[in-house]
């Protein structure tokens, strides 16, 4: 058996001395802790027959030895007590998903579709389970269709009310190539693998870029639960693409509709992922973007998400709007549908009041009794709250307690009560049940029990370490707000601050600066497994949420754009200012860590003060536009980021020589020379997002010029030994001057010393640039293996130059 305290490496990694090498194991353990702690993805409530509900809960952990992440379901039935307790009693194990790639439960509850896809085209499975068994399984080939989406925002499985067909969202079949012989091109079709021929290639098809490469188009499918007949729904001419079906409901032996997603042909395809300014009309063609559609449960209504903001703007992602449709089971669906605002676009958030909606999700059945009250879970500022909508009045309310600053997400309802998760940046998820008190029409009040569970398990030591941290978010009030600057765009932003409870001696913890991408999402004030571990290890974090963050309302995101590398960065500038001038940091420590638009603020941040920041650790970083431009999957975003709203008349696919300039200009790039921080820069290969040349574009330049440096103070460092050595001949009579005079080499006036300069040399020559890839990752860096490898570089890095 293995020494269970045994260091986790067979081999010393490179550059790492005696000391570094127990940090390095001590960081790997605890490292280690912090990513084993499951995160409870979605979960379902299913009703038995005597009215009781037992919930099922989806729950991933890393599994860094296979690189991959583990599922696997628990299972907790709740009980109602006389006293008005709840008390959840969970079952003894929780059981490994395995090779399940999605579950979805039938309305009644007693039926399970478990999809299994498979890898290289095999047929991908379904099975039917009743509570005791496999009741059908079916084999769908790939000349059918591919994988069945799960991504989260294609992906759509829908049963019909009566339990007889599902509708999905599958990747098309594979279109037929071309097949060579020896002879040349052979008609008709040969097998895979016949020796005496191959495939061609065929045309290239443009695909939906980062994250969907490899992936065929999205397209819509029904399976008949009976007899097992797949059908491909066609006729969909304007969509290429399809997704997140839903059944409508139907009467009794009438025709049944399906209600999806579409994404228009006949433009290029930009990158989708986090994009959701390309999802396309359904059902009516006066907004530019709907999405995520629910029916009320009396099926009189069809409620959609809408991100026309961003559409109408060019952003790629802004503030969402609610919007109902009437809809009638005795008639034809009308494709001029009247459209209603139910929640409207916010503008401008007034101080404390809703900032409009932000969510990335909307449960499958989000709906309280009434008929016409949503639960949802959307952005406020740095916090994730659940609110109620109604879809009559517009009225937006926000149920999870207005004082707390944790995060709270929706899982799943259990009839007119909620379950869901509530997180801090240093308190690990719990479960908790709220209620509602009073009844629904008056003013109402939730009530949030706390569950205590089994599945959200952490070490006794990452909970100690956590217990000795606090957090709060901070009010940053704007400093160019004399700028010629909407209302909203003036108004405070945020950032999230945690630290040690208490000083040691009196000394301020170094700092890390945490910079999110997008630069339209948000930090949120939720647990992170990643953050939480950097301030375990004894740095405050500040967490900032710039202008142009989601959660503030419109017109703080429009302010951005056309400001990037400016408005962005000062905002960081003045909430470090905040904190130190607050006596929460010290000047002298302070390290910054981002990621894609975070990595592009770390950049300019390092290169615009760059005596500021004693550390640097970009992940996959827009360091260039002029450089990205050309060979990302979002052009369209590097032109409004850079441009404001003069990108939709400007965005060309091949920028002229003046476009080039401005996008250097605005760019990390053009600061390069001035950039004296140790900067750490980690790299996925595969990112089609943000490719590694703009990355590695920004470290060959600093390694070159590292380089001239270190060969210049060689020279320096050559000359003066030479000097010195001549000084002590020439003082022990041992040369003569003339002999020098006549070599050219000037007589040398005081002896120095060669140890203070050795000593220089080793100082400066440190490594102070450092580049990791990961080869088969793409922009999120967040496989197994890579994430753990990533934050415990960081926090090695980020300890050996700011502690
Ligand atoms: C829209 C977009 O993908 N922008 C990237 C440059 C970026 O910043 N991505 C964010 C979402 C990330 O965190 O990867």
């Not at 067979?10 to 995160?39: H, M, R, W």
């Not at 994250?211 to 007899?227: C, E, H």
């Not at 089994?454 to 000795?468: A, D, E, T, Y």
């Not at 707000?481 to 405070?492: F, I, R, V």
Request: hydrophobic fraction near 35%; proline fraction near 6%; glycine fraction near 6%.
């Amino acid at each position: 058996m293995e020494n269970p305290g045994a260091s986790p490496f067979k081999d010393t990694p490179v550059g790492l001395d005696a000391n570094s090498e127990e940090e390095y194991f001590s960081q790997s353990t605890l490292l280690k802790e912090f990513t084993e702690i499951p995160t409870i993805e979605k979960a379902w409530t299913l009703k038995s027959n005597s009215g009781a509900s037992q919930v099922m809960f989806s729950i991933s952990q890393p599994n860094l030895l296979e690189n991959k992440k583990r599922r696997y379901a628990s299972f907790s039935h709740i009980s109602k007590e006389r006293d008005d307790s709840v008390q959840f009693h969970w079952d003894a194990f929780p059981i490994e998903m395995g090779t399940t790639s999605l579950m979805v439960p039938s309305p009644s509850g007693s039926k399970l579709l478990v999809v299994r896809n498979a890898e290289n085209d095999s047929p991908t499975r379904f099975e039917i389970w009743s509570s005791s068994q496999v009741e059908r399984e079916f084999h769908v080939p790939s000349s059918i269709h591919g994988s069945v989406y799960s991504d989260g925002w294609f992906e759509g499985i829908s049963w019909n009310s009566d339990e007889t067909l599902i509708a999905y969202i599958a990747e098309e079949p594979v279109s037929a190539k071309p097949t060579f012989t020896y002879y040349g091109n052979e008609k008709g079709n040969c097998p895979d693998k016949d020796c005496n021929s191959w495939k061609g290639q065929g045309d290239w098809e443009e695909g939906w870029g980062e994250a969907y490469d490899g992936k065929r188009l999205p397209k819509l499918f029904v399976i008949s639960i009976n007899s097992g007949e797949v059908r491909a729904v066609d006729g969909i001419e304007k969509s290429p693409s399809v997704g997140q079906v839903i059944w409508a409901p139907s009467a009794k032996d009438s025709l049944q509709y399906l209600v999806f997603v579409g994404w228009p042909s006949g433009t290029r395809k930009f990158g989708i992922k986090t994009d959701t300014k390309l999802s396309a009309v359904v059902l009516t063609e006066s907004i530019s973007s709907a999405f995520f559609p629910r029916f009320s449960p009396d099926g009189k209504f069809l409620v959609f998400l809408s991100s026309k903001s961003a559409v109408d703007s060019g952003a790629h992602n802004a503030t969402d709007s609610l919007h109902r449709i009437d809809w009638s089971i005795d008639a034809e669906p009308h494709p001029r549908n009247k459209i209603v605002d139910v929640v409207p676009v916010v503008m401008c958030a007034e101080d404390g009041s809703f900032p409009g909606l932000y969510c990335s999700n909307i449960l499958s059945n989000p709906w309280l009794s009434d008929g016409h009250t949503m639960i949802l879970s959307a952005a406020w500022g740095s916090t994730l709250v659940v609110l109620t909508v109604d879809i009559l009045s517009g009225d937006v309310s926000r149920i999870s307690p207005s004082t707390s600053e944790f995060s709270w997400d929706v899982l799943t309802l259990d009839g007119d009560n909620i379950i869901a998760v509530c997180s801090s940046p240093i308190d690990v998820p719990d479960i908790k049940y709220g209620y509602l008190v009073g009844n629904a029409s008056d003013n109402t009040k939730w009530n949030w029990l706390d569950i205590s569970s089994p599945i959200i398990k952490c070490s006794g030591k990452v909970r100690s370490l956590l217990s000795s941290k606090e957090f709060s978010i901070m009010s940053i009030p704007v400093r160019d707000a004399s700028e010629n600057l909407t209302k909203g765009a003036s108004k405070p932003y945020e950032a999230i601050f945690a630290s040690s409870k208490s000083k040691k001696h009196n000394a301020c913890d170094p700092m890390i600066v945490v910079l999110h991408g997008g630069p339209h999402c948000v930090s949120l004030s939720s647990f992170s497994k990643s953050s939480a571990f950097l301030c375990s290890l004894g740095f405050s974090l500040l967490i900032v949420n710039y202008r142009g963050s989601l959660g503030f309302g419109e017109e703080a995101v429009q302010s951005l754009p056309g400001r990037v590398g400016s408005q962005d960065v000062n905002d960081v500038f003045a909430a470090i200012d905040h904190v130190i001038g607050m006596g929460l940091a010290d000047q002298s420590k302070i390290a910054a860590v981002g990621i894609s638009h975070g990595g592009f603020l770390t950049t300019h941040l390092i290169g615009q003060a760059p005596d500021k920041f004693a550390a640097a650790a970009a992940r996959n970083p827009v360091c260039n536009f002029a450089l990205m431009v050309g060979t990302t999957d979002i052009p369209d975003w590097c032109y409004f980021e850079a441009f404001g709203s003069e990108a939709k008349s400007s965005f060309t696919a091949a920028p002229s020589a003046e476009h080039l300039a401005l996008f250097y200009d605005k760019s990390p790039i053009s600061h390069v020379s001035k950039v004296k921080t140790p900067t750490l820069m980690l790299l996925g290969v595969k990112d089609l997002r943000v490719p590694i040349t703009d990355g590695l574009q920004q470290m060959q330049e600093r390694m070159q010029k590292m380089e001239k440096q270190m060969e210049e103070q060689k020279k320096t460092v050559r000359q003066e030994v030479i000097a010195d050595v001549i000084a002590q001949l020439k003082h022990a009579g041992l040369i003569d001057p003339n002999i020098l005079a006549a070599l050219s080499i000037p007589s040398p006036s005081e002896p120095t010393s060669v140890q203070g300069a050795e000593q220089d040399q080793i100082s400066s020559s440190g490594v102070e640039v450092k580049v990791m890839m990961f080869p088969d990752d793409i922009h999120e860096l967040d496989r197994p293996r890579t994430d753990f490898e990533s934050f415990l570089n960081i926090g090695l890095w980020f300890k050996k130059y700011c502690s």
